[in-house]
């Protein structure tokens, strides 16, 4: 297990985990540890883990600290949101579509420093370390992985902090009993598991909760919003043009007040087992909505219908960690091509949890007053053609029926 | 157009049209008429259909009243919940799945009462006609098929009432202005469209609703509350057994309550074009996200994605009105061969618009807290199992990024 | 019917039907024709159909007549055979994938000449009414179709002959009786239906045959050839560079000769029933093998599952008439993403009706003796890792059986 | 890696690996090994395999040798075949499809004998581990899998037979050097690959064919024969009735004359690798294309049309091991039951490597001669309809090409 690692790059939240693992690293390999930290909008401040790292001994020119929060919105969560993905009909995915872009950074990182080895936090039982290693291996074969949570015998937090302890790692006062869940943020979600959302028939204690008010707590009042969309990407709220990120946390805010996107999931993990998690994604909740509202009337059927078709797999193929493989690019070109008209501007009522369509209008609906109408269409629409429509459509189940009557 | 017909089968409501219908077909293929009206839970006396039959000359062994509500939960409702059948990832079909019943059902009537014809009121745009129509079809292929909306000159409601009142039809008095938009009801669904809701802008006026308090009318305090499943199955509210129609409906005035099952849609019609619909689904919204909780944790991730990927297709399928199709039968196999084990108990809170889970549990559970646990787990699972399973899996991503460097 | 036409862009063969028709369309609609004939590589002069369009009175400058085998062959099939698109499985879709470049370009011509009509000589039974039609609509949805077959009386061939011989229109001798097949052929294949081919439980009868020499009568001497791609295309054959239709046309020349490509079908065409269809498409399908065997080496198993998963919808909507469809190039985009680097030599033997595969090779190939070897991979592969990635994929398997066992 | 095992039930061939590793087992283990030794129609005597494991010192209650040929084609093969399964668009999957079987009969012997374990002699980089191990954990959670060649050493075939010659383990005189290549057979095909096979440019050497006649050498006179099918099995050959075992073999000598059934291949394995193999299958391979034919007249379209879409995915579950899982079980179930009218019969002519369609017929059959004949049809289908059904087909198409217009 043990390899010959010279310089490895470490995804490092600053966080006692990650610095247990610094040290470890060095401990374990004597190599020389670059960390990497990044600004998701996780909603932390980034200097203290500037100064773990400096602490711990890693070289300044060896910290990365990057604000990834518009490249992550703009290239990772855009871009899944124009194919409405949701994992098992109801996730939307806020920790898988950050995974390959910290991958990704982390890749970027060893190059230019010249590592032979990446590193992560995650552990063995979840995901996230299936997403961040398919993630270095497809963007650098030959890297060597080390994942600290498979390799080393620190199985209980108790031997955690001691290890942290016997070398100075400052180990912060709430950390030292068990964490009641764990947590995972970004500009897009935070997701909680574990402990006291093992068992799935106990509902989610409201202290779990952190980006969402509380359902009953929410204004009365309704909020009535608009999005205005190009290109099937999100680019203005109320009317004001925003970066992805700006947009992103501007939904969010409205998102979090009227207590909008917590999903409370069992799920399949990729590794096989069920999980039960608590997801709390506002603004990603209300721009799936609307981004379905805007395809309602400027996607074509033929297009609409295909990629509802592939959506599962799509969405399974993030999950999984195949952010960056061949079938997720090619059904992301599939998605992209049926894009180009869908603009326009959706209305939505925030109230009580929920995100509710209103209205949809666009310079490109294929909706049409005139042909739809109850009223007199002057011939847009011949209600004869329907009969051939029908007789030919009915024309094989006839033929069935025939055959069951002989 | 006008075929030899001598006994044809009406679907009859007892409504304006129907009986204009009735009228028409006597006058224009001087042909009987058969009438059947169908109680599916659309919440009108049928007696006065009786009566109307009655008095416009139709004898009473020719008059057909039948209350189908429990196999329409049963046979349709159930089997298409078991699917999480989705339209356009939003609608929930309770129109598109009433209609193989009636069909059916006039089938039957035709056969029992000699009739060479079946008629209905659906117009020459909508989906209804098709709906019908492949039911007629695919059970009688050789019945003759008359759809008057398609046929006759009366093309403006001024011309209907006209003709009405050169009849003797009664003409409620509510019914001489223009509807402001038209419904379906039944015991799944009320859908309403047309006229006030034809711009996809203007938000659904607050008259349209039928089947659900207002919004902010609902409840402050939330209700929670169990379903039971068997084999994929609704059985029970609150630990109290109930047949499916007196299930869904108990589920209905829940829903109705706290106003959930809205929906705001442009939607895409078999016949080609948008329409822009209201739909209320109280009972069936509750149901949707329950059976997809219970699914949760008692299916497997494999049948679950299977599922999932067939979904679309099957709700398309319904929605085109192919219910009497090979296609449809063989994906209801597959379905219904996953929901062997999909017993359990799923609680909710309903509150506000929303029907959110927040607990689930089953005798065949598949969630194993002892695996999934962050805790020691005693050997469960093996988390250097993750490093052979996440090498394999990126063994062709690492074979293609070498390529990629060549 | 008889809408107001005043020029009309026929597709127009020279042949018996289309001279019958173009003489028909002047009669009905009293409108002037525009002729446009194509060669599509069906083998057939074309002076003579600019001569009979003179004779019958089309204006030169009315007459069109087009060499489209090269964009045919770039532009369609190669496309199509870039997504080993069969129908039904076996069938290559020779006929389909001509009809939408038909369409185009009658499309082009009639805004040429400022027509506001277009007319098809496609019975009304068959497909290719289907397709050329959906091609106008979706090109110039408020053009006017034509269909003759489908408005006029001439319901017989006997009529259509009477017709002709009253209006001066040539007899060829071979067609004063029924012809007992008929054919439709273009660079890539021909097809042969109708009369001697409708009872499906009878043999094709040799004469039928007009592409491909009879398989006994095939030399008894295998040929090897070559086939060099680039980007999913095929660019040479045994080395010599050639444009698309030369190389198709070369590949038509070595299948005649081997006999390759003969195909005895009961399909379901798009309008309802089944008919039965033999097809001769010898160089296509050596191309269709040699396409398979150079994505065998070049392309990733991802892409390589997900375009055989989304195959059989590509196939059915070419067959369908919907070239022109949101959803064909949303599919064309995802399977065009995916060819980059299929490139290299395939080798086939050609043989009795046979196209082998014997061998491929390539600059981006995939495939690594070193990883697969039997022999020492020299650490190219753990095959411990092989433990960790059935465990962990067997893992719901596991559960599965212990809630059985339960 | 060296678990507590008691008793362990090996799939044992007789041959030199299996012998090595009974050896082996017991050395390492310290284990009883319960042999287990199977007829699936490799064409191989079983008797010399309870000789060996006699001598091998294994107790005769312990030696199990079972004809499964019945079982094997009738519940596997014949499954297989009604879903048209191609793996990859060529593959026949016959080493897949024994897989499952030979993995469920020794967790039957291991019930019936008490062993704690199972071993099998596939090794590290292939799939056939997967598809044993899958099955045995599948049917048996708990079972200890023994898989020698990922954990011993006898990493080359010199070290292989020096361990036989130390333990008194007879080496064939063949088996000294190394082999050319490695070979799997049973009734439905031998495949074959390595060494010779391993540059996938080099044609596959004549002497590796074992199972077919050269194609060259194949009869210059084709043979006629038919096939019935019921319910989408095959039942008889030339008129006479079969057991599905007789029936694979009569084809398999049909086959084997006419040099039917040859493939050469490079795919893609589960465990991430490109390989190259040789397939003969060419009993299968007939079998295949007749299914085809009976279903070409019996099955409708859309039943038809959903199978090819759905084969892809159940294909890549046979190939990858997922025999005993819940959604090859669903796939199959909605395969099976569109298989209930697909009896008849179809008559093929089999010629130097090809097994070609010439006839089918069917009580069940749906085509209808009526229907689909140029000649007047007597009303059993109104060419107008197709208008109806081609405008509305087309109106979507028509909005989406005014909104380009726009």
């Known amino acids: 297990m043990a390899q010959n690692v010279s310089k490895v790059v470490l995804a490092f939240s600053g966080g006692l985990d990650t610095s247990v693992i610094l040290k470890w690293l060095k401990e374990t390999y004597g190599c020389e540890v670059v960390t990497f930290t990044a600004d998701l909008g996780q909603g932390e401040e980034l200097e203290p883990a500037r100064r773990k790292a400096e602490l711990m001994g890693v070289r300044p020119e060896h910290i990365f600290i990057d604000d990834l929060r518009e490249e992550f919105v703009r290239d990772y969560v855009f871009p899944m949101m124009r194919a409405n993905a949701l994992y098992e009909g109801l996730y939307l995915l806020g920790t898988s579509i950050a995974r390959p872009l910290i991958a990704k950074r982390q890749i970027e990182i060893a190059r230019q420093v010249g590592a032979d080895a990446v590193s992560h936090g995650a552990t063995g039982k979840g995901n996230d370390q299936v997403r961040f290693e398919l993630g270095y291996y497809a963007l650098a074969p030959d890297i060597k992985v080390i994942a600290p949570w498979r390799e080393w015998d620190l199985t209980s937090r108790t031997k955690l902090i001691e290890y942290a302890e016997a070398h100075q790692i400052p180990v912060p006062r709430d950390k030292r009993g068990e964490a009641p869940f764990s947590t995972d943020a970004n500009l897009l979600h935070t997701s909680s598991e574990g402990k006291v959302l093992e068992d799935p028939w106990q509902e989610v204690p409201d202290y779990v909760y952190s980006r969402t008010d509380h ?192």
């Not at 994604?281 to 981004?291: D, E, K, M, S």
């Not at 078709?309 to 960690?321: F, K, Q, S, T, V």
């Not at 509710?356 to 053609?385: C, M, W």
């Open 215 to 406: 359902l009953e707590a929410a204004p009365d009042q309704a909020d009535y919003i608009t999005i205005d969309f190009e290109r099937g990407d999100a680019v203005a709220v109320d009317g004001e043009g925003l970066s992805p990120a700006a947009l992103l946390a501007k939904l969010n805010d409205l998102g979090r007040t009227h207590a909008i996107g917590r999903l409370d999931l069992v799920e399949n993990r990729f590794v096989g087992m069920k999980s039960r998690g608590m997801y709390e994604t506002p603004g990603g909740t209300i721009l799936h909505a609307a981004h379905r509202a805007i395809e309602g009337i400027t996607l074509d059927r033929g297009a609409a219908h295909l990629k509802d078709e592939l959506m599962p797999r799509y969405a399974e193929l993030i999950y999984n960690g195949f952010w960056f493989s061949p079938e997720r690019e090619m059904l992301q070109a599939a998605i992209d091509h049926s894009q180009q008209k869908v603009s326009g501007t959706v209305r939505l009522k925030l109230y009580k949890g929920g995100a509710h369509i209103v209205g949809r209008k666009s310079p490109n609906s294929l909706y049409s007053e005139k042909v739809v109408t109850f009223e007199d269409d002057q011939g847009a629409y011949d209600q004869r053609d329907a009969e051939g429509f029908i007789k030919l459509n009915a024309l094989r189940l006839r033929l069935l029926a025939r055959r069951e009557a002989r």
